[in-house]
């Protein structure tokens, strides 16, 4: 099941960046004292006892017929439709305000659950700032400081009653589900479409058509999968109607629940700044991840084609060395099928398990052969490691001291266990702890 989803949303300058910071726990949205600053959403997992859940940063709510608040507006507008819960930000120093009504009549419309907070109550004996915030009939107000941090825990408490109930695992343990991510126009429905042999999705030649994320179920050689086809995903900065600014989450929503994600590139177009922040979701998220190079017979080919496309594919997304690339195309259905024997192996990689004892031989000698980093006299030492995880494979290795693990020799340490055993398509986690 896919995080629940918390957007904030309130009239410019109430402090909306500033408590969803609080939230997530590390200065992500630019918090700056200028009405409207904060100009698209920012998104975010975050997590409060044994909830986690996915925020939303939106610019403010404002009716007037400025074109820019306008959009602000519609982009809190699609949040609030895509969100489980909706924490409504006022600032109680300036009690409630004909924008504030405004905005709790938008939220009236609403069939979410939302959750209404005061910010800037800085201690105490500002409580009673709280109480004209009933005559907006949206409930019970929480105080809140996103400056000092004080309320935050009754709130999150309050939005965490509201998450929808976890329910079973949607599909059987042997269904492969896979979602295909990319800039919009890439040909990720068309794949779709190749794959199943029939339009079931549709297929147009504007960017964006695909305004969701679709599961379509499928088999094929005895092996069923769930396809999740994802609305395209655009360029920060750009304007473009909100129902497309809003795909980079219901992406990353996808990707949650993939077992492997398929990164699409499109041929005809080259690698693009964007391609790398994309498939940046999917490696951080720990999933396996298949570069599909679409629409490869639109471009005009020598013997040298190939092998220079797949050295840009290494140069660009140096994070994704482990990834296996195939050349495609959904029109013509070259190749198309081939992509499911690669799932099956990554997916199978994805989930496979090292036994302890074989792991420490091989550490043993990758440390024989390049010995471990020393300071000041002092030499890390290796003591043991064992894999604690899959989906993706993690491994905790213990030390004498963790903080003279050198990312260098960590890369080393996973280069040799990916040499030895085969982990192609999923990346790998290493932990350093001392030993006890």
Do not use: C
């Amino acid at each position: 099941m896919s995080k629940p989803v918390v957007a904030i949303v309130g009239r410019p300058n109430v402090g909306k960046s500033t408590i969803f910071n609080r939230v997530v726990g590390e200065r992500v949205s630019i918090v700056e004292d200028i009405p409207g600053v904060t100009r698209d959403r920012i998104y975010s997992s975050a997590d409060w006892l044994t909830h986690e859940f996915n925020i939303i940063d939106t610019g403010g709510i404002d009716l007037s017929d400025e074109p820019f608040l306008e959009q602000i507006r519609s982009q809190a507008e699609v949040a609030m439709d895509e969100a489980d819960v909706i924490i409504f930000l006022v600032n109680g120093r300036d009690g409630v305000t004909e924008q504030d009504e405004q905005v709790a009549r938008i939220l009236y419309r609403t069939k979410k659950p939302v959750v209404l907070a005061v910010n800037k109550i800085d201690n105490p004996d500002m409580r009673h700032m709280i109480y004209d915030f009933y005559s907006l009939g949206i409930g019970e107000p929480y105080p809140v400081s996103g400056s000092h941090g004080l309320g935050l825990g009754d709130l999150l408490d309050e939005v965490a009653k509201h998450f929808p109930k976890e329910d079973e695992e949607e599909y059987p343990d042997n269904v492969i589900k896979f979602s295909l991510i990319g800039r919009p126009n890439v040909g990720k429905s068309s794949l779709v479409n190749s794959f199943l042999g029939e339009d079931r999705v549709i297929v147009s030649e504007v960017a964006g058509t695909t305004r969701d994320a679709v599961d379509t179920q499928y088999e094929y050689d005895e092996q069923p999968y769930v396809i999740i086809d994802t609305a395209g995903m655009r360029k920060k900065g750009k304007v473009y109607e909100s129902t497309e600014k809003y795909s980079v989450l219901r992406a990353l929503r996808a990707i949650e629940r993939s077992d492997v994600v398929l990164v699409v590139l499109n041929a005809e177009e080259g690698i693009q700044e964007q391609d790398k922040k994309i498939a940046g979701y999917a490696h951080e998220a720990g999933k396996a991840i298949v570069i599909v190079v679409n629409k490869w017979d639109a471009v005009k080919k020598d013997d040298k084609t190939l092998n220079k496309f797949t050295q840009q594919i290494r140069e660009h997304f140096l994070f994704l060395d482990y990834a296996p690339i195939i050349f495609v195309s959904a029109v013509s259905g070259q190749r198309v099928h081939n992509i499911l024997d690669i799932i099956n192996r990554v997916n199978d990689n994805h989930s496979r398990r090292i036994q302890s004892s074989i792991l420490n031989e091989v550490i043993e000698d990758a440390v024989a052969m390049n010995p471990a980093p020393s300071d000041k006299g002092r030499r890390l030492r290796l003591y043991y490691v064992t894999q604690v995880a899959v989906k993706p494979p993690t491994f905790v290795v213990f030390v004498n001291e963790p903080e003279m693990m050198h990312f260098s020799y960590e890369r080393f340490l996973q280069n040799r266990i990916r040499e030895s055993f085969d982990f192609e398509g999923t990346p790998l986690r290493l932990i350093t702890r001392a030993r006890t």
